[in-house]
C-alpha cells in the first residue's frame, strides 16, 4: 500500500486526509493518507522516507513551506520562484518539490468570479502560503499588492523575491479592493486580528486562506461591514487536486459532492 502525508505544526485542523482518502478511495487506488505533527528536526528523517519510497507524496503546511527546501533534490520553477514548496515526491529518482498553492489560489480567485485585474490587494502576513499568493496575484495583474505583518522584518523579507510589492506597518489599513489573512489568526475561534476595518467601506472582498473553522472572526468582521467574504476551502481543495493529478495521474471529480466534505 502506498503511504502518503501532510506533515505541519500545528497539524490539528488539517481536513486533507479526508479529502485525499476520499479521492483514493473513489478511484480504487491502494494508498493511504494521514496527517503527522512534526518539528523541525524530524524534516530530514520524514523526507529520507521519501528516497527510500517508504513515503510516496508528501504535503507540506505551516510552517514547513521553506524550511523543506534544502533537503530536496530539485524544485519547480515555482517552488523555485516562491521559495516555497507544498508537495513533495520521487521524481526520476530525485527528491522533488512543488508548489501547487499558487494554481490553488489561482482557480480559487477564478471560482469566485472575481477579477484581480487592476484591483488593489492587501495581504496580511508574511509566511506560509503568502509568498504563492504574490506571486499569483503578480500574474494575474494586480495593480498593487500591499503587504503588512506584525513582525515588519519578515515582510520586508519578501522584497528580495518580490521587488514590486509594498510594505505597510500593522496597523495601519491602507485602501483595498480584496483583502486576504494569510496570518494563522482565526485557527483558534477566539483569535482576533485587531486591525479597524470600519473605514474600508463596503463590497470588498475579505478572503481567508483558513478553512476551519468556515468563518473565522476576520470573516465576520468582513460581512458585518457589507462585504463579501471567502474562506479558504476552494482553495485548499484546487492545491489538493493538482497534487493529487501529480501522485497518481488522475484528476479526482471536483462536485458538490468534494466541496460538502469538508462543510
Given at each position: ?81 516562491t521559495q516555497s514548496v507544498n508537495t513533495i515526491y ?23 468570479g472575481f477579477n484581480i485585474k487592476n484591483k488593489k ?143
Open positions: 500500500m502506498k503511504k502518503y502525508l501532510v506533515i505541519g505544526n500545528p497539524i490539528e485542523h488539517s481536513l486533507s486526509p479526508k479529502l485525499h482518502n476520499h479521492w483514493i478511495k473513489n478511484n480504487n487506488i491502494n494508498a493511504i493518507y494521514e496527517k503527522q505533527k512534526l518539528n523541525e528536526d524530524d524534516i530530514e528523517s520524514v523526507i529520507l522516507k521519501v528516497r527510500e519510497k517508504k513515503i510516496q507524496g508528501i504535503n507540506v503546511t505551516v510552517p514547513f513551506k521553506k524550511i523543506v527546501i534544502p533537503f530536496l533534490d530539485q524544485l519547480s520553477s515555482e517552488a523555485e520562484n520521487l521524481n526520476n529518482n530525485k527528491v522533488f518539490g512543488h508548489n501547487t498553492d499558487i494554481i490553488g489560489f489561482e482557480l480559487s480567485i477564478k471560482y469566485l490587494v492587501l495581504v496580511l502576513g508574511a509566511g506560509g502560503v503568502v509568498p504563492s499568493i504574490i506571486f499569483a496575484l503578480n500574474k494575474m495583474q494586480a495593480s498593487e499588492i500591499i503587504i503588512t505583518n506584525r513582525t515588519k522584518e519578515n515582510a520586508e523579507k519578501l522584497k528580495d523575491l518580490f521587488d514590486y510589492i509594498k510594505i505597510v506597518d500593522w496597523g495601519y489599513v491602507p485602501e483595498f479592493d480584496l483583502i486576504i489573512n494569510a496570518t494563522s489568526l482565526g485557527l483558534n475561534e477566539n483569535d482576533e486580528i485587531n486591525l479597524d476595518f470600519s473605514k474600508v467601506g463596503q463590497n470588498k472582498l475579505f478572503y481567508d486562506v483558513i478553512y476551519n473553522p468556515h468563518e473565522t472572526n476576520f470573516l465576520k468582521i468582513g460581512k458585518k461591514l457589507g462585504n463579501k467574504i471567502e474562506n479558504g476551502k476552494s482553495m485548499f481543495i484546487y492545491q489538493a487536486s493538482a497534487a493529487f493529478k501529480l501522485w497518481h495521474g488522475v484528476n479526482p471529480e471536483l462536485n458538490n459532492e468534494t466541496f460538502k466534505l469538508l462543510d
